[in-house]
């Protein structure tokens, strides 16, 4: 199970887009407080529309109730600081997506923690960064098409459109 894990996420539109990725994936959505908004929040269940209902999502009151419940787990954590690229990494069927807010990314101080863990996704030199939902959406699915997409269809198989 790939695990997406959002510290101090501030945006709830992009918490409830990415809990609609999370839920139609069957990732596991983890929220670090604080949160920038509250979870009953118009624009964030607006954001999840009728998928909350499938989303497995857990808040903690810190990063480090987040390390200690997902113990032997891989991270890797997202930021326009790091070298490596998204796809240089192999993200196994059981790893922690780790992403910032939206207005300041990942401490700096877990990053360089980090380093060997960090990963980016490219965009065009002189742009600040993606949209953080996106940014999940891009990893999740590398995470699973690394992994087959093994997990997502239940028959094992992708949904093909058939005329």
């Given at each position: 199970?790939?695990?997406?894990?959002?510290?101090?996420?501030?945006?709830?539109?992009?918490?409830?887009?990415?809990?609609?990725?999370?839920?139609?994936?069957?990732?596991?959505?983890?929220?670090?407080?604080?949160?920038?908004?509250?979870?009953?929040?118009?624009?964030?269940?607006?954001?999840g529309l009728d998928y909350w209902q499938y989303a497995d999502v857990?808040?903690?009151?810190?990063?480090?109730?987040?390390?200690a419940s997902l113990d032997g787990v891989p991270f890797y954590y997202?930021?326009?600081?790091?070298?490596?690229?998204?796809?240089?990494?192999?993200?196994?069927?059981?790893?922690?997506?780790?992403?910032?807010?939206?207005?300041?990314?990942?401490?700096?101080?877990?990053?360089?923690?980090?380093?060997?863990?960090?990963?980016?996704?490219?965009?065009?030199?002189?742009?600040?960064?993606?949209?953080?939902?996106?940014?999940?959406?891009?990893?999740?699915?590398?995470?699973?098409?690394?992994?087959?997409?093994?997990?997502?269809?239940?028959?094992?198989?992708?949904?093909?459109?058939?005329?």
């Amino acid at each position: 199970m790939f695990h997406v894990v959002l510290v101090e996420p501030e945006i709830p539109q992009n918490a409830g887009n990415i809990a609609r990725t999370c839920a139609a994936t069957g990732c596991k959505l983890h929220l670090v407080r604080p949160l920038g908004f509250e979870l009953d929040d118009k624009y964030l269940k607006r954001a999840g529309l009728d998928y909350w209902q499938y989303a497995d999502v857990t808040v903690h009151d810190s990063f480090q109730d987040v390390l200690a419940s997902l113990d032997g787990v891989p991270f890797y954590y997202f930021t326009t600081k790091a070298r490596k690229c998204y796809t240089e990494a192999t993200f196994g069927a059981d790893c922690a997506l780790v992403f910032g807010k939206e207005t300041a990314g990942l401490d700096e101080e877990l990053l360089v923690a980090n380093r060997e863990s960090c990963l980016r996704i490219p965009m065009r030199d002189g742009l600040r960064s993606l949209n953080l939902s996106n940014c999940v959406a891009v990893a999740v699915f590398e995470a699973f098409r690394q992994n087959n997409f093994s997990g997502l269809e239940e028959r094992g198989e992708l949904h093909r459109l058939q005329w």
